[in-house]
């Protein structure tokens, strides 16, 4: 759980699609403000790849590069903001919100913080690792260990779903991303995030539970894109 909090799935899976839908819809548009062409825009062409692996309408996703490269004459200006403090018994989370109102945004944020304890910039993002975070899978049986020493990676780790998170320094995603599949690895997604250095464990069930119904709350708030928290397990 430490690098990325990801919800336990309770909800309907139209409603989880139309929330992941969302999130990649405003990725790509804030990638696409540096140009339409996914060959010579590296962000972009991550978020598609991302959005194409979510089975993402084709209409929609060039849609959502149209308007943020501003060829559709629509301007929807989303502006990246971050929170860090603490869920209950002391979790450090960091919060990566994507918004075009940044006042309601953390006036919002704030009120979720209330069940645990917000802090000011770097007050938990210390504690944590600014890294490239690739999640890739391999159905030949392809060795991580192998492929994050051929491709640069600086670790991996096993993921979600058999998924491996290969871990890279942040100058190096895209080239990791390249290198992969000569592994035998398919990247299913790749973003710069967060590692906690040191994670929270012996939390008792009741403690973790407060701490799941904390993240996920802010987990469910539109503007959230990311939640990392330093916790183990």
Known sequence: MGAQWKAKPKEAAANARGKIFGRLVKEIMVAARNGADPDTNAKLRVAVHAAKKASMPKDTLERAIKKGAGLSGEVVNYERTQYEGFAPHQVPVIVECLTDNVNRTVAEIRVLFRKGQMGAAGSVSWDFNHVGM??????????????????????????????????????????????????????????????PKNPVSNLTPEQLEEVEAFLEALDNHDDVQNVYVGLSG
């Open 134 to 195: 690739i999640e890739a899978s391999s159905d030949t049986g392809a060795d991580p260990e192998l492929a994050a020493i051929e491709a640069g990676a600086q670790d991996f780790e096993p993921s979600d779903e058999g998924n491996t998170l290969f871990v890279t320094d942040l100058t190096d995603l895209d080239a990791v991303c390249k290198a992969l599949p000569e592994q035998g690895f398919t990247v299913n997604s790749a973003k710069i995030g967060y590692m």
